[in-house]
């Protein structure tokens, strides 16, 4: 990740100000390594994530206002559309024997509809 830019009077061995740092967790930045960092660290500027690794780097690079202890925890991307499969995995096995098409149109879906 590309580092911000500090100010010209900002002395270079000072820790950047981030909004957030969340150290001691389990990282899973689910990146193309599918890279695990056990005891890491994330820094967070304006929303946007600035910093990730391992928890002495990135806490002797950024100091925060806020920060959060994981220890023990796993810190992971949000689970989008999680509930986009949810009423699926409750009937797992209804209608094994039907093809998907038939089984969303005849079984899934309307069992959906009438539970809304």
């Known amino acids: 990740m590309k580092e911000p830019a500090l100010p010209a009077d900002t002395d270079p061995r000072a ?6 740092l969340i150290l001691g967790g389990t ?12 005891d890491g660290a994330v820094a967070i500027i304006d929303g946007k994530i600035a910093a990730l690794g391992s928890r002495d780097r990135v806490a002797g690079a950024y100091t925060a206002r806020q920060s959060i202890d994981a220890t023990g925890k796993l810190v992971m991307p949000g689970l989008i559309n999680t ?6 995995t409750i009937l797992r096995g209804y209608g094994d024997d039907m093809a998907l098409d038939e089984w969303l149109n005849k079984s899934i879906w ?7």
């Open 110 to 116: 309307p069992w959906e509809s009438e539970t809304r």
């Open 83 to 88: 509930h986009t499969h949810t009423p699926m």
């Open 27 to 38: 990282v899973i930045p689910m990146n193309r390594d599918m890279e695990v960092i056990a």
């Open 15 to 20: 820790p950047l100000p981030a909004d957030l």
